[in-house]
């Protein structure tokens, strides 16, 4: 068995204790060695990471940008998906996990709906992104509600959704 010594630790180990170099031979540092340094570094330079590669990202032309999301688009695609479905489930938390109205705790069957009826006015990229629109104002109690579609669909349609309107007979 090959044995080597880091040149960090100065320790003596196997040498599958040592990463491989692309062009042949092995690292000089042991892999515990190098994670440490990894780990470091990286903390101390987070920052300046992402200044580069926003950078990076604002000088791609149209024709890379486009290259690039076709090359990585359904890691893309699963990473949106997880990210909205993260922040929905936490305005459903922060607003009770059922509707306000009838009850229904079902998640799927809940949405967000705006009490003044002053959805219009929000701009069309903030519908798009509610969820997180919502999540980003401290889910603000006064504005919004939590209702289930078809209560949402009959408050917007008739003035008022149709439990109220049965209750009240």
């Not at 320790?11 to 990463?19: L, S």
């Not at 709906?113 to 006064?142: C, T």
Request: hydrophobic letters at 30%; one cysteine or more; proline letters at 2%.
């Amino acid at each position: 068995m090959d044995v080597k010594t880091c040149t960090k630790c100065r320790e003596e180990k196997p040498a599958t204790e040592f990463y491989q170099r692309k062009r042949g031979g092995q690292r000089a540092q042991c892999k515990s060695c190098l994670r440490v340094y990894r780990a470091q570094w990286y903390s101390e330079n987070t920052q300046a990471q992402i200044a580069r590669a926003k950078a990076a990202a604002r000088a791609r032309t149209p024709a890379q940008a486009r290259q690039f999301y076709l090359k990585h688009r359904e890691k893309m695609i699963v990473k949106a998906k997880a990210r909205y479905s993260n922040v929905r489930q936490e305005v459903i938390a922060a607003y009770g996990g059922k509707c306000s109205c009838c009850g229904e705790s079902g998640t799927d069957f809940l949405t967000i709906d705006h009490i003044h009826n002053d959805g219009h006015q929000e701009e069309r990229s903030v519908r798009k992104r509610l969820y997180a629109h919502v999540k980003q104002l401290g889910f603000p109690k006064d504005r919004f509600q939590l209702l289930c579609y078809n209560c949402n669909f009959s408050k917007g349609r008739r003035g008022v959704c149709q439990h109220q309107v049965t209750d009240a007979a």
